[in-house]
């Protein structure tokens, strides 16, 4: 059996787990371990180029893609039919929600501004929002949404969450509910997974929606945000933004979000931490056990049964 990681630390506690398996390392450089035809279980590289992802099309024994990331519509296109695919649910959940937080820690408080004023030697007077008593909307609640929820509670604050599917026994609304919430929110943050449902969600209706002022924070996915929308509301004043992504992304120069007033933006830095790598070499470790000991695998999102054909 032919599994493939791409990083070398992964070989060795999969070679822990069964000597007999056969590790090959593929970072999506382009260098293709001989074992392509042979490979099985497929841990997809970090990188979400289709050089990275290509390579399915040639793996004729797949039949788990395990990804490191908790978004996987990027890989969509690249999932053979019969293949189950896995996402990194809980990897990315610490280090997201802190910079949820961050971002709107760093927005409420002008740290933007109190940095380009140090560059230039001023001292700014005057008073700054505070979080505390403040209502947050959490839209897209899930296990992300959970960490973010945790994180913001000591802060004092009102939350609000939505889901695509309301969970009463948890104080879940859903869709159906969300333009009801919006105007009362001081700052909605964005988690949801990018779906057709989704794409372009926080449009020009949401953004008019949303209370004067209020601030909204980006960790999801940038198509998840009409851009050009957010950035005429943005010119407006009608709204804040603190974006860890965009649409496009990387965000090219000289485009008109780069200089939109009240606007904090980070590079789609979320889950790219200190924390990501000890939870994806967990999260690989315990997923390869239960494939190769016939146990039902986590954080299946894609069945095989949905992919076969025929």
């Not at 056969?22 to 990188?47: H, K, L, M, Q, T």
Request: with cysteine; hydrophobic share 45%.
């Amino acid at each position: 059996m032919a599994i493939w990681v791409p990083y070398d630390e992964f070989v060795t506690d999969i070679e822990k787990l069964a000597p007999s398996l056969e590790v090959d390392v593929y970072r999506g450089d382009g260098v293709v371990p001989p074992s392509i035809a042979d490979v099985e279980f497929f841990v997809a590289p970090y990188s979400v180029t289709p050089e990275a992802l290509g390579v399915t099309a040639r793996m004729r024994s797949l039949r788990v893609m395990q990804t490191l990331t908790a978004g996987y519509e990027h890989a969509l296109p690249y999932l053979p039919a019969g293949v189950t695919l896995c996402n990194a649910r809980g990897v990315h959940d610490t280090s997201t929600a802190e910079l949820a937080v961050a971002l709107t820690l760093a927005s409420m408080r002008m740290l933007p501004e109190f940095v380009r004023a140090q560059d230039k030697h001023q001292w700014l007077d005057g008073d700054t929002p505070a979080l505390a008593d403040k209502r947050v909307l959490i839209v897209g609640y899930g296990a992300i949404g959970t960490a973010i929820e945790r994180r913001l509670l000591p802060f004092e604050v009102d939350i609000t969450k939505v889901a695509r599917a309301a969970r009463p026994a948890e104080n879940v609304l859903g869709t159906a509910r969300l333009f009801e919430v919006l105007p009362d929110a001081d700052v909605v943050v964005i988690v949801t997974p990018l779906t057709q449902e989704t794409r372009g969600l926080v449009n020009a209706e949401f953004l008019a929606t949303m209370k004067h002022g209020a601030l909204l924070v980006n960790v999801a996915r940038g198509g998840v945000v009409d851009t050009d929308a957010l950035t005429r509301a943005l010119h407006e004043g009608r709204v804040r933004a603190a974006l860890d992504v965009t649409d496009p992304e990387p965000l090219p120069p000289g485009h008109p979000l780069w200089d939109a007033p009240g606007l904090l933006l980070s590079p789609h830095a979320g889950g790219n931490t200190s924390a990501f790598f000890p939870r994806a070499r967990r999260l690989v470790r315990e997923q390869v056990s239960r494939f190769v000991n016939g146990e039902p695998l986590a954080n299946v999102v894609v069945d095989a049964d949905a992919t076969r054909e025929g």
